[in-house]
């Protein structure tokens, strides 16, 4: 298999597990390897003024208790070059690790990454057992890791690591573009190369000397220490403060846990009804990760336990792993998803990827659809991580229902609507629904950006004549606009 096929299946594997998987880029990646490539070169020529990374799209994708992830929607050209980095560079990334001294994940093996999943739990497993061995540990992570990585930080951590010349310069020049100059926040978030770069980056932790505690171990930002003595423990805790001072980050101490075993991820009062019904539940949640196993499966629902456990929506204070638990009774004993679905996804918005997940297995799509339509039209606030996967649903599930065309105008035009959450239904290659005359529109009005780039590939399945008449429209505006006008004439 080739270095381009290997690409491709490294982007491919990881493109549905993003925050925000647009077409755009996965249609262009798969479709214009080669002028991607070409577009690089261009880039990396200090001769050639035209040719840049651009400023990247500022996203907000959900997290726990309505908090928000800062992060940025990458370009295909952007997004291109980062899977091609960590691929070329993938040696980088598997450097020996002394057994003490263990971090998880975000690495390759027989040329190709290892799923964050199967790091995560291989990580809690070692977590686990550090716990048990030894009298005294102490877990924590680092505040808001990926915004507060220090552009020249990283930089010249990526040449310390043998990186050539040419690798490093790009890397510098591409971190300096896409964020307007600004020498922090410019890491994306939830795609697996900058995880590699991120996790790595702390690698310096793992090798110093000054860590005397005989076990560490960590996954991305997420540290164990552990020891028999209570004074090495600490010692080693304030020296990786230390150590984490000197690139100007901080640990968080709202998460930190002194020496005692906390069950991780379980709410501090779990409520009467989902104790008795499931017994000890351990949820898994790593730093970047949106992962969560249930330890242990439900045992058989009486339906007045099914009845109680619908009812605990109502509370106000339910956790999201108590309402992940009740959608999965809701799924498992009811043919109700239509109607609670849109529920969770106005309630939990960090669980929109369940959601999204569930909606296949909704065996009434009409009342699904009618469903969402029903919250969009309400006019509550939904925010950008809720918008784009609400049209990511109506993609995948829900184009041919009645509201399919009602839904995608409210999507559309909601209050609350985003480029990135527009472009989502701009890419859709769908011919019904006002969706040409809609895509025209941008591709028509002398722009280069999301809106414009989402509409051309969303004529992907148009007939030649009118793909050739816009496209060179389009095209005339940008290099990158040219680049993808050019993909989409040439199918």
Same mark, same amino acid.
């Given at each position: 298999m080739s270095n381009k096929d290997k690409i491709l299946e490294f982007y491919n594997s990881d493109f549905e597990g993003t925050l925000f998987p647009l077409e755009t880029c996965k249609f262009i990646i798969e479709n214009a390897y080669d002028e991607l490539e070409a577009y690089l070169n261009k880039i990396a020529d200090p001769r050639d003024k035209e040719h840049c990374f651009l400023p990247q799209q500022v996203v907000y994708a959900s997290k726990a208790k309505q908090h928000l992830r800062r992060t940025k929607k990458l370009d295909p050209v952007a997004e291109f070059y980062m899977y091609q980095l960590a691929y070329k560079n993938r040696a980088i990334f598997n450097r020996k690790q002394n057994d003490g001294r263990l971090s998880f994940g975000y690495k390759f093996k027989d040329g190709k990454p290892v799923p964050i999943n199967e790091s995560f739990l291989d990580f809690n497993a070692r977590l686990n057992s550090v716990k048990s061995k030894y009298k005294y540990h102490i877990q924590f992570d680092i505040s808001s890791y990926f915004n507060s990585i220090y552009h020249h930080d990283l930089i010249n951590w990526f040449a310390s690591c043998g990186a050539p010349t040419s690798e490093v310069e790009m890397l510098g020049q591409f971190?300096?573009?896409?964020?307007?100059?600004?020498?922090?926040?410019?890491?994306?978030?939830?795609?697996?190369?900058?995880?590699?770069?991120?996790?790595?980056?702390?690698?310096?932790?793992?090798?110093?000397?000054?860590?005397?505690?005989?076990?560490?171990?960590?996954?991305?930002?997420?540290?164990?220490?552990?020891?028999?003595?209570?004074?090495?423990?600490?010692?080693?805790?304030?020296?990786?403060?230390?150590?984490?001072?000197?690139?100007?980050?901080?640990?968080?101490?709202?998460?930190?846990?002194?020496?005692?075993?906390?069950?991780?991820?379980?709410?501090?009062?779990?409520? #009467? $009804?989902? &104790?008795? !019904?499931?017994?000890?539940?351990? *949820?898994?949640?790593?730093?970047?990760?949106?992962?969560?196993?249930? =330890?242990?499966?439900?045992?058989?629902?009486?339906?007045? #336990? $099914?009845? &109680?456990? !619908?009812?605990?929506?109502?509370? *106000?204070?339910?956790?999201?792993?108590?309402?992940?638990?009740?959608? =999965?009774?809701?799924?498992?004993?009811?043919?109700?998803?239509?109607?609670?679905?849109? !529920?969770?996804?106005?309630?939990?918005?960090?669980?929109?990827?369940?959601?999204?997940?569930?909606?296949?297995?909704?065996?009434?799509?009409?009342?699904?659809?009618?469903?969402?339509?029903?919250? !969009?039209s309400q006019n509550h606030f939904l925010n950008e991580y809720q918008l784009f996967w609400l049209a990511k649903i109506v993609e995948t599930y829900l184009l041919d229902t009645k509201f399919a065309s009602k839904l995608l105008s409210a999507l559309y035009q909601h209050n609350d609507a985003t480029i990135i959450s527009k472009a989502k239904i701009l890419e859709i290659p769908e011919h019904r629904y006002g969706m040409p005359e809609l895509r025209e529109t941008h591709l028509k009005n002398g722009s280069s950006g999301w809106l414009a780039w989402a509409s051309a590939v969303g004529m992907r399945n148009d007939n030649k004549q009118a793909k050739n008449y816009l496209m060179d429209y389009f095209s005339k505006v940008s290099p990158i606009n040219k680049l993808i006008g050019s993909c989409i004439k040439s199918l």
């Open positions: 971190m300096r573009e896409i964020n307007g100059g600004f020498s922090i926040d410019f890491l994306p978030h939830g795609i697996y190369p900058s995880k590699m770069l991120g996790s790595h980056f702390l690698s310096y932790i793992d090798y110093s000397m000054l860590i005397k505690s005989e076990e560490m171990c960590r996954f991305m930002d997420d540290f164990i220490i552990a020891s028999d003595s209570k004074e090495t423990v600490t010692k080693d805790f304030q020296a990786i403060q230390k150590l984490l001072g000197q690139k100007s980050l901080n640990i968080n101490s709202h998460k930190t846990q002194l020496y005692i075993d906390a069950n991780e991820g379980i709410d501090a009062q779990v409520d #009467e $009804v989902i &104790s008795n !019904i499931f017994g000890e539940i351990t *949820i898994y949640h790593g730093s970047d990760v949106g992962y969560e196993t249930f =330890e242990h499966i439900m045992r058989e629902l009486t339906p007045e #336990e $099914v009845t &109680s456990l !619908i009812l605990l929506l109502d509370k *106000i204070n339910i956790s999201d792993r108590e309402a992940s638990l009740v959608l =999965e009774a809701i799924n498992s004993y009811t043919n109700e998803l239509h109607k609670y679905l849109p !529920i969770f996804l106005h309630q939990h918005p960090n669980l929109i990827k369940k959601v999204y997940a569930y909606s296949e297995k909704c065996a009434d799509k009409e009342a699904l659809a009618e469903g969402f339509y029903g919250l !969009i």
